[in-house]
């Protein structure tokens, strides 16, 4: 039997915590930047995607919620490839998403 594949597009993290009705403030966001980093580190951006995906059939995490870290992830894994260092990475992405929901961007 073939297995089912699943539409894995990968969409903008604050549309996808806004469509699940979370609201994560800056700390949160820099917290999760840093475990996608330290995951990234241990298994690489293949396996998470797997990891992530197996959240999602478990249950853990709904789809929605998981393109979003996908989504996340690769911007990590972008800037991780470039030698940023976590803090900056995670700081690199809390001024991006701080100007979105400003509206200066």
Do not use: F
């Not at 996340?72 to 940023?84: G, I, P, W, Y």
């Amino acid at each position: 039997m073939k297995k089912e594949v699943k539409d894995r597009s990968i969409k903008h993290i604050d549309e996808g915590l806004k469509s699940v009705s979370v609201s994560l403030d800056l700390t949160s966001l820099r917290d999760i930047s840093l475990w996608l980093n330290k995951v990234l580190n241990m298994v690489g951006l293949s396996k998470l995607e797997k990891l992530i995906d197996s959240y999602v059939e478990a249950g853990i995490l709904n789809e929605t919620l998981g393109n979003a870290l996908r989504s996340m992830a690769l911007v990590v894994d972008s800037l991780r490839n470039e030698n940023v260092r976590p803090e900056v990475q995670a700081q690199i992405i809390i001024e991006l998403l701080t100007l979105i929901k400003c509206g200066k961007v």
